[in-house]
């Protein structure tokens, strides 16, 4: 048992497949659209890679004729619509005897125990408990089913009965009820008994939403010069610099080197700005008095829409602009502030069209499209994805002295985020929800989080993770597009995996349907042989620290924007979706990625020990084999570079039967996160600047001059060889390159003589040589290298 326990372990992080049943299916069996007892050549339905879920619908519309209090000679009516134990209210209505609610109330099949629906009609008193007024009872069985595209159910007024249902009293109420799927239109807004005991405006934080990322812009200030800068000192000449800001982005230009009161700069300043512009653009000028001191020379508020929309490289045409400083008046008494005018600043400003804004990692891009609508081209494929369910949650919080978990799931792709309800108190929640993507591009990933709900109103208490107020993680998946097949349905349970600082932990299984339908086979071949993002990212660069500023802003707005929603898309789901701290630091990535270096040498390393294996005859019929290869393309050289595509061809063609079956997922072993040591964890969940205690930073900080030292020899190591290449010619060593240069005009006339096939062929013989003539000892050329100076010698 213990031999197999790590393998079970090793097991449990990997992919694995599922059968779900999914489609729509008729209420009495048999599939709908193929299949059942109705066959169709038609596409099935928009819900065809999710399972079906059924639910009880009750719409309550209106009521008419309410009896009256008799003490008040008012009527406050709601309705309560109970189920078995389940109870869900509407709001209630002040002094109305014919109120209007229209509001939509599902139960879940799977939980009906219940053969009975009472709809009741209440009043409610402040002093005593509510007081009844009626109910409608419904027989279960004789619930008609709801099938779409049908039309919605036509609502009937029903006489209320008294509590016995004996007689029927005064007062009407309009009431639909249907069974029917989550494909129902009235499925969205309705109020769910999966969620009956979340009250208050937690009710609006559990449902499914769409949300559309805000549209960005990048704006580009050419700061090219101003004129007239006055210095409140008139004894020297101002030596300004012009710092423009954007909400919270602030950059400045550089100082002017010389004191001018007509400084120039030609500076670029790019901003990200989104639609629709809320801030503007403020400029200020400033005079460097002494180092530690700016002296205001003057500023100006200028609105975005102002600016020209660029859509390509072309110039845009400059602008001047006023500056305004608030001075004091003329007299000397008067201090009210008076509007002066100061100087004035050159600008050439854009709104960039032609770019596209990256708020999320390059690795893992899932849009590429430029901002302008215009520069789009037709999307080339349909992503779908049915989010299915989860399976063995850990609990997030506690509730009641309970764990519990509120789970819901978050899906981003291009603009579009996507948020399933949330599944209140559930280790295994189901959603059955699904969704559509146009797709521009097959090489972006989509990503999928799944979240534990902290906003509910209860009182619940956060286990781990996310803290309070903050919604916890659970867990990321991503799949790349260009891995699918296409027109195949991927089911698969993905493991949850997230890292903490006590280390991983799988917090549960995502089930997950992917589709990726192919709109053009033409198109997306076309695609693989062109840039991945907009032309005007290798016409006009950015600078890698900009890059890495710019997202980090785009970030901050795009959260900011969806946190803005209802309900809201919260800052720390969106920047755990934006990988946000994928740039920092971290030990335990730096041994992922320097082995997946070395994994990609290991292809190299293994041909040159069987090459070495070759040499020393270890197999001598793979060695008489490559003597006659050899002899085969030195008589027939123009077979070398067929053979070599011819080769490569065949592996390829070999390799498609052992290629992998499933989507790509977190894999522990790549990223380095089962052998981590635990303060290799701490230090990558500390805070940036740090918090930790001074003894632990500098442990930290000695282990990581210990790391550079390793990587600093070799990198002077490499620096060595490259150099001795370069003494070779250098005179550095008189008599090294005296012998090398005779030696070089011995080759040029010996090569000259000699036809080319002989020197190849000698030269194979001789690497290929036996070892019987082969000595232990390192070879002339590489005992001549070795001598060869280097310029460590003149290092400190």
Same mark, same amino acid.
């Given at each position: 048992?213990?031999?197999?326990a790590?393998?079970?372990?090793?097991?449990?992080?990997?992919?694995?497949?599922?059968?779900?049943?999914? #489609?729509?299916?008729?209420?009495?069996?048999?599939?709908r659209?193929?299949? #059942?007892?109705?066959?169709?050549?038609?596409v099935?339905?928009?819900?065809?890679?999710?399972?079906?879920?059924?639910?009880?619908?009750?719409?309550?519309?209106?009521?008419?004729?309410?009896?009256?209090?008799?003490?008040?000679?008012?009527?406050?009516?709601?309705?309560e619509?109970?189920?078995?134990?389940?109870k869900?209210?509407t709001?209630?209505?002040?002094?109305k005897?014919?109120?209007e609610?229209?509001?939509?109330?599902?139960?879940?099949?799977?939980?009906?125990?219940?053969?009975?629906?009472?709809?009741?009609?209440?009043?409610r008193?402040?002093?005593?408990?509510?007081?009844?007024?009626?109910?409608v009872?419904?027989?279960?069985?004789?619930?008609?089913?709801?099938?779409?595209?049908?039309?919605?159910l036509?609502?009937?007024?029903?006489?209320?009965?008294?509590?016995?249902?004996?007689?029927?009293?005064?007062?009407?109420?309009?009431?639909?009820v249907?069974?029917?799927?989550?494909?129902?239109?009235?499925?969205?807004?309705?109020?769910?008994?999966?969620?009956?005991?979340?009250?208050?405006? #937690?009710?609006?934080?559990?449902?499914?939403k769409?949300?559309?990322?805000?549209?960005?812009?990048?704006?580009?200030?050419?700061?090219?010069?101003?004129?007239?800068?006055?210095?409140?000192?008139?004894?020297?000449?101002?030596?300004?610099?012009?710092?423009?800001?954007?909400?919270?982005?602030?950059?400045?230009?550089?100082?002017?080197?010389?004191?001018?009161?007509?400084p120039f700069?030609?500076?670029?300043?790019?901003?990200?700005?989104?639609?629709?512009?809320?801030?503007?653009?403020?400029?200020?000028?400033?005079?460097?008095?002494?180092?530690?001191?700016?002296?205001?020379?003057?500023?100006?508020?200028?609105?975005?829409?102002?600016?020209?929309?660029r859509?390509?490289?072309?110039?845009?045409?400059?602008?001047?602009?006023?500056?305004?400083?608030f001075g004091?008046?003329?007299?000397?008494?008067?201090?009210?502030?008076?509007?002066?005018?100061?100087?004035?600043?050159?600008?050439?400003?854009?709104?960039?069209?032609?770019?596209?804004?990256?708020?999320?990692?390059?690795?893992?891009?899932?849009?590429?499209?430029?901002?302008?609508?215009?520069?789009?081209?037709?999307?080339?494929?349909?992503?779908?994805?049915?989010?299915?369910?989860?399976?063995?949650?850990?609990?997030?919080?506690?509730?009641?002295?309970?764990?519990?978990?509120?789970?819901?799931?978050?899906?981003?792709?291009?603009?579009?985020w996507?948020?399933?309800?949330?599944?209140?108190?559930?280790?295994?929640?189901?959603?059955?929800?699904?969704?559509?993507?146009?797709?521009?591009?097959?090489c972006?990933?989509?990503?999928?989080?799944?979240?534990?709900?902290?906003?509910?109103?209860?009182?619940?208490?956060?286990?781990?993770?996310?803290g309070?107020?903050?919604?916890?993680?659970i867990?990321?998946?991503?799949?790349?597009?260009?891995?699918?097949?296409?027109?195949?349905?991927?089911?698969?349970?993905?493991?949850?995996?997230?890292?903490?600082?006590?280390?991983?932990?799988?917090?549960?299984?995502?089930?997950?349907?992917?589709?990726?339908?192919?709109?053009?086979?033409?198109?997306?071949?076309?695609?693989?042989?062109?840039?991945?993002?907009?032309k005007?990212?290798?016409?006009?660069?950015?600078?890698?620290?900009?890059?890495?500023?710019?997202?980090?802003?785009a970030?901050?707005?795009?959260?900011?924007?969806?946190?803005?929603?209802?309900?809201?898309?919260?800052?720390?789901?969106?920047?755990?979706?934006?990988?946000?701290?994928?740039?920092?630091?971290?030990?335990?990535?730096?041994?992922?990625?320097?082995?997946?270096?070395?994994?990609?040498?290991?292809?190299?390393?293994?041909?040159?020990?069987?090459?070495?294996?070759?040499?020393?005859?270890?197999?001598?019929?793979?060695?008489?084999?490559?003597?006659?290869?050899?002899?085969?393309?030195?008589?027939?050289?123009?077979?070398?570079?067929?053979?070599?595509?011819?080769?490569?061809?065949?592996?390829?063609?070999?390799?498609?039967?052992?290629?992998?079956?499933?989507?790509?997922?977190?894999?522990?072993?790549?990223?380095?996160?089962?052998?981590?040591?635990?303060?290799?964890?701490?230090?990558?969940?500390?805070?940036?600047?740090?918090s930790?205690?001074?003894?632990?930073?500098?442990?930290?900080?000695?282990?990581?001059?210990?790391?550079?030292g390793r990587?600093?020899?070799?990198?002077?190591?490499?620096?060595?060889?490259?150099?001795?290449?370069?003494?070779?010619?250098?005179?550095?060593?008189?008599?090294?390159?005296?012998?090398?240069?005779?030696?070089?005009?011995?080759?040029?006339?010996?090569?000259?003589?000699?036809?080319?096939?002989?020197?190849?062929?000698?030269s194979?013989?001789?690497?290929?040589?036996?070892?019987?003539?082969?000595?232990?000892?390192?070879?002339?050329?590489?005992?001549?290298?070795?001598?060869l100076?280097?310029?460590?010698?003149?290092?400190?």
């Amino acid at each position: 048992m213990s031999s197999q326990a790590p393998s079970n372990h090793q097991d449990d992080f990997k992919l694995k497949d599922t059968s779900p049943q999914l #489609g729509e299916r008729w209420p009495h069996g048999g599939v709908r659209g193929g299949g #059942g007892w109705i066959s169709s050549d038609r596409v099935t339905s928009t819900y065809d890679l999710v399972e079906q879920m059924y639910y009880l619908y009750v719409r309550v519309v209106k009521a008419r004729d309410l009896p009256t209090n008799p003490v008040t000679g008012s009527c406050d009516p709601y309705v309560e619509v109970k189920l078995g134990n389940y109870k869900g209210k509407t709001q209630h209505f002040e002094k109305k005897t014919n109120p209007e609610w229209n509001q939509v109330f599902a139960f879940s099949k799977e939980k009906i125990q219940s053969s009975v629906l009472e709809v009741f009609v209440r009043e409610r008193e402040m002093v005593a408990r509510d007081d009844y007024l009626g109910k409608v009872v419904f027989d279960m069985n004789e619930v008609p089913t709801r099938v779409p595209p049908d039309s919605p159910l036509a609502p009937q007024w029903y006489r209320l009965e008294d509590r016995r249902g004996e007689r029927k009293v005064k007062g009407e109420i309009m009431v639909a009820v249907w069974m029917g799927t989550q494909a129902d239109e009235a499925f969205p807004e309705a109020w769910h008994s999966d969620a009956a005991t979340v009250h208050g405006e #937690g009710v609006y934080s559990v449902r499914s939403k769409v949300y559309v990322s805000p549209k960005l812009w990048y704006l580009r200030v050419n700061v090219i010069e101003a004129q007239d800068i006055e210095s409140q000192d008139k004894s020297q000449l101002p030596q300004v610099f012009l710092k423009a800001q954007v909400g919270n982005q602030i950059l400045k230009t550089k100082t002017c080197p010389t004191r001018t009161p007509n400084p120039f700069w030609n500076e670029d300043l790019i901003f990200v700005v989104a639609e629709p512009f809320e801030e503007q653009l403020v400029l200020t000028v400033e005079n460097k008095v002494s180092p530690s001191k700016d002296e205001l020379v003057g500023r100006t508020s200028l609105p975005l829409n102002i600016f020209e929309r660029r859509l390509d490289h072309r110039a845009v045409h400059s602008r001047w602009f006023n500056l305004e400083k608030f001075g004091f008046g003329v007299l000397e008494g008067d201090r009210r502030q008076e509007l002066k005018f100061s100087t004035r600043v050159h600008l050439r400003a854009c709104l960039e069209g032609a770019y596209h804004v990256l708020d999320e990692s390059t690795m893992y891009i899932s849009d590429q499209r430029p901002t302008a609508r215009q520069l789009w081209k037709q999307p080339i494929g349909i992503l779908e994805v049915g989010i299915l369910s989860a399976q063995g949650l850990l609990p997030m919080k506690t509730k009641d002295g309970r764990g519990t978990s509120d789970a819901y799931c978050v899906a981003k792709y291009g603009q579009k985020w996507v948020r399933t309800r949330t599944i209140v108190d559930s280790f295994n929640p189901k959603w059955n929800e699904q969704y559509t993507w146009e797709v521009y591009d097959p090489c972006t990933v989509i990503t999928l989080g799944v979240f534990d709900n902290c906003h509910l109103g209860g009182n619940e208490k956060p286990a781990s993770g996310g803290g309070p107020g903050k919604d916890s993680r659970i867990g990321k998946v991503r799949i790349r597009l260009s891995t699918l097949e296409t027109d195949r349905i991927y089911t698969n349970a993905y493991p949850l995996l997230v890292l903490q600082p006590s280390g991983m932990k799988k917090m549960g299984e995502l089930q997950l349907a992917v589709r990726f339908t192919c709109l053009s086979l033409a198109n997306m071949i076309y695609l693989y042989g062109h840039p991945l993002l907009p032309k005007m990212h290798y016409l006009h660069p950015f600078t890698v620290n900009q890059l890495d500023s710019l997202r980090y802003q785009a970030m901050n707005i795009v959260a900011v924007r969806l946190g803005r929603a209802e309900p809201p898309l919260r800052k720390e789901v969106v920047e755990y979706m934006l990988d946000v701290d994928s740039h920092m630091w971290s030990m335990r990535r730096s041994k992922a990625n320097f082995f997946r270096i070395v994994s990609l040498f290991s292809g190299v390393i293994s041909m040159s020990k069987w090459l070495g294996e070759v040499c020393h005859w270890k197999n001598p019929i793979t060695s008489i084999l490559v003597h006659v290869l050899l002899f085969i393309l030195i008589c027939y050289p123009e077979l070398i570079l067929p053979t070599i595509f011819l080769y490569m061809f065949l592996i390829g063609i070999w390799n498609y039967r052992y290629r992998s079956r499933h989507p790509p997922h977190m894999d522990t072993k790549l990223s380095w996160a089962e052998a981590v040591h635990p303060d290799e964890l701490d230090e990558e969940f500390d805070t940036f600047p740090t918090s930790k205690s001074q003894e632990i930073v500098r442990m930290r900080y000695d282990r990581l001059r210990s790391v550079a030292g390793r990587i600093q020899t070799v990198v002077g190591d490499m620096a060595t060889q490259g150099e001795r290449f370069q003494a070779l010619l250098s005179w550095r060593d008189p008599r090294a390159t005296s012998l090398f240069i005779v030696f070089c005009l011995i080759a040029a006339v010996v090569l000259y003589v000699t036809p080319f096939k002989i020197v190849v062929l000698v030269s194979g013989l001789y690497l290929l040589r036996h070892p019987r003539f082969r000595s232990k000892m390192p070879s002339v050329p590489s005992n001549f290298f070795r001598r060869l100076p280097a310029r460590a010698d003149s290092m400190l």
